[in-house]
């Protein structure tokens, strides 16, 4: 697979990296742990080298079995896990953020130990923490790269405001937020502060939590434990709107023979060489298919395309529950 540079950093990485979440029942009920430790296994054998995951999935759980699969190979391996929520040590959600420097210390030492690694490739504050001043949360991770348990600071769902702050004080290597064809927003500011800075950008849920691959319409049916029975664009009414983004991704995939997902990752990797999305499956064939779009060259007049055709899109209903749009672009 290709390489890209998250920014001005020196951290390479796949073109197409995995995202571990789903893996821990987000999406339905948990996979089966050594299916799963196999997938991460196979993703690497597929050229796949960058690796998300956070002691919130789970809690725990994800950052674990993401270290058992990936311990054979660290060396060859990216991996990014996560702080910033409030978690006790028994897993106990006790609610909110918190970025405090010391719990952003015990929160590394425990990540370690869960990825059975000597140093966090890529350290994001999960969410910004408003009782907290960035700049004295840029210290601590700064402080954690001085002392080698941390080798790159990144930053989740932060403001433009934000992240200029943070980088004045420690480089921030990466910025995650969620993007794809349905939710452009981070092209308002987010995405040209990080061109400015030299900041690489992850895409989270590239592919619209599973939305852009074509495989969902207003008569899907969703567990009560998948986290999309709970997000308002995922209500019948709203699936139905939406679909006319899938059938515009699927008019391009037949033209170039691939599939829906195929052409959304495509069109996010042609947007910026620094941009670098992280699709998230439990499946063998899905994650096949993903890694494929890396091959999918879109011209410039599919590029037109998308982009005429999408302007003519609303996205109906909220990409996230209330309370999480609360706690985003800080």
């Not at 390489?3 to 948990?30: D, H, I, P, Q």
């Not at 500011?189 to 900041?199: F, H, K, N, R, T």
Request: a neutral charge; one cysteine or more.
């Amino acid at each position: 697979m290709q390489k890209r540079t998250l920014g001005k950093s020196n951290l390479t990485v796949s073109a197409l990296g995995f995202g571990c979440m789903g893996m821990t029942g987000v999406y339905n009920s948990a996979g089966d742990r050594q299916k799963m430790v196999s997938l991460l296994r196979a993703a690497v054998e597929h050229g796949v080298t960058f690796f998300d995951t956070a002691e919130a999935y789970g809690p725990f759980a994800n950052e674990e079995f993401v270290g058992e699969a990936l311990h054979p190979v660290r060396d060859q391996v990216v991996i990014a896990t996560k702080f910033g929520f409030d978690i006790a040590p028994d897993g106990t959600r006790r609610g909110g953020t918190n970025s405090r420097p010391d719990h952003i210390r015990e929160v590394a030492d425990a990540a370690l130990r869960r990825l059975n690694t000597d140093a966090i490739d890529l350290f994001y504050q999960h969410r910004v923490d408003p009782a907290v001043p960035i700049e004295d949360v840029a210290g601590a991770v700064k402080d954690l790269i001085q002392q080698g348990k941390v080798r790159h600071f990144g930053m989740s769902e932060a403001s433009a405001k934000t992240i200029r702050l943070a980088h004045a004080v420690q480089p921030v290597a990466a910025v995650q937020s969620e993007y794809s064809l349905w939710w452009r927003e981070p092209e308002q500011d987010v995405l040209p502060a990080c061109e400015e800075l030299g900041i690489g950008f992850v895409p989270f849920s590239p592919l619209g939590a599973g939305f852009l691959t074509g495989k969902i319409d207003e008569n899907t049916t969703f567990e009560s434990s998948d986290f999309r029975s709970l997000v308002p664009r995922f209500t019948p009414e709203a699936r139905k709107a939406n679909l006319a983004f899938v059938d515009l991704l699927r008019k391009v995939a037949v033209r170039k023979k691939a599939t829906p997902a195929q052409v959304a990752l495509a069109w996010l990797l042609a947007r910026k060489p620094w941009i670098v999305p992280i699709p998230g499956t439990t499946k063998l064939h899905r994650l096949e298919e993903n890694i494929g779009a890396a091959a999918v060259e879109l011209t410039t007049d599919d590029l037109r395309e998308i982009e005429e055709g999408a302007a003519g899109i609303k996205t109906q209903g909220a990409r996230l529950p209330q309370a999480a749009l609360d706690m985003v672009g800080r």
